[in-house]
Nanobody, 110 residues
Framework: GQLVESGGGLVQPGGSLRLSCAAS????????MTWVRQAPGKGLEWLST???????RYAASVKGRFTISRDNAKNTLYLQMKSLKSEDTAVYYC?????RGQGTQVTVSS
């Protein structure tokens, strides 16, 4: 399988971004999909998982600010991020099990 993230960039504190993850090579619609991130000098942090029935879970650090969603017709995973903070600066990855994409950089700075 392959995962390709996009949508990162530089945003001011309080701003919003939507990340996308294009999936291929596996049955996306039946797969649980996850977003994780890695801030500079830190380990991987789990953010959110969405299941095949569209139910989802969130880490406390992003709950209420981030929304995970999926479009099975497009084999695409999304992460809508709002009220961004400087501490959200990281490389964001989508993942299916041990498969991860190359990541997309999100920088929150004024």
């Amino acid at each position: 399988g392959q995962l390709v993230e996009s949508g990162g960039g530089l945003v001011q504190p309080g701003g919003s971004l939507r990340l996308s993850c294009a999936a291929s090579g596996f049955t996306f619609s039946t797969s649980a999909m996850t977003w994780v991130r890695q801030a500079p000098g830190k380990g991987l942090e789990w953010l959110s998982t969405i299941y095949s029935d569209a139910s989802s879970r969130y880490a406390a650090s992003v709950k209420g600010r981030f929304t995970i969603s999926r479009d099975n017709a497009k084999n695409t995973l999304y992460l809508q991020m709002k009220s961004l903070k400087s501490e959200d600066t990281a490389v964001y990855y989508c993942a299916k099990g041990s498969i991860r994409g190359q990541g997309t950089q999100v920088t929150v700075s004024s």
